[in-house]
């Protein structure tokens, strides 16, 4: 009898099993030992399996026996799913997968669709430091508006502004004499506008895909190229609309403020 240690070992170590039905694949893995290895539970792998994500292990007995290949594709979705898929979301890839794409190339593309259009990081406020930077014109139902517009998001005892500089923004302009309520107006219409274009611009890039047909991945030969042009398209489109902003202030700034120090040069000169 093999010493009581050696036993306990043996327990701990994934088994190794050869099978011949699966062209000689080791069968390495129970689903106890499969789970802890991908860092997940047992529960989720038969999840996984019940939704076609992971293939079914080989039976041999009672007992189902799971490859390396069952590995990768368990912690390739483990990776997909921190980084915000649904289950719909991997089915969807992995389906792709099995037609011939290259799942890297893929995720690329998706990554150049709907990665972040800016570099600004989240920030988190305390109502101290909100107050401290409008002042007392930052009451309650001010809160409320801002929360709504989504400038600040509640968080536990602190805010989350995802736009630190438009917050920081306001809070200057404010300062200087703008009544807050009417700045929130502004912003309010400001975003309506906004979303408009960036709605009929990102159409445009869009169109990229149209042609494929509707809910058709392109081709794999195509995958890298059209992720490269997106990429190329998103400044480009960012700066099209930062210049045609600019334009408008720079025209309404001629209109409105010209006409009030054309105005006060017309008094001083009585």
Do not use: C
């Not at 026996?65 to 594709?73: P, Q, T």
């Not at 703008?178 to 990102?202: F, H, S, T, W």
């Amino acid at each position: 009898m093999a010493p009581k240690s050696s036993t306990i070992a043996a327990r701990r170590t994934p088994s190794t099993k050869k099978s011949t039905s699966h062209g000689g694949d080791e069968l390495e893995f129970t689903i106890d030992e499969l789970a802890r290895e991908a860092s997940t539970t047992v529960r989720n792998v038969r999840a996984y399996q019940d939704r076609g994500l992971l293939p079914p292990p080989l039976k041999r007995g009672r007992t189902g026996w799971y490859s390396r290949d069952h590995l990768a594709r368990l912690r390739l979705i483990n990776s997909l799913l921190s980084r915000g898929y649904t289950l719909g979301n991997i089915a969807e890839l992995l389906d792709a997968l099995e037609r011939g794409h290259d799942l890297h190339q893929i995720v690329g593309l998706e990554r150049a669709i709907a990665s972040p259009w800016s570099a600004e990081q989240p920030r988190h406020f305390t109502l101290p430091e909100l107050l401290k930077m409008f002042g007392i014109v930052f009451n309650p139902r001010t809160l409320a508006k801002v929360i709504e517009l989504g400038l600040l998001e509640p968080d536990g005892l602190r805010y989350r502004a995802p736009s630190p500089k438009m917050l920081i923004a306001g809070a200057e302009l404010a300062k200087a004499g703008m009544p807050l309520e009417d700045l929130l107006k502004v912003i309010e219409g400001l975003r309506a506008n906004v979303q408009r274009v960036a709605d009929q611009m990102v159409q445009l890039i869009a169109r990229l895909l149209d042609h494929y047909g509707e809910g058709q991945l392109p081709p794999p030969e195509d995958v890298p190229k059209l992720a490269e042009t997106i990429w190329r398209l998103r400044p480009l489109a960012m700066m099209a609309v930062e210049a045609e902003v600019s334009r408008a202030l720079e025209k309404s700034a001629n209109k409105f403020l010209g006409e009030r120090v054309a105005e006060i040069l017309e008094q001083m000169q009585r």
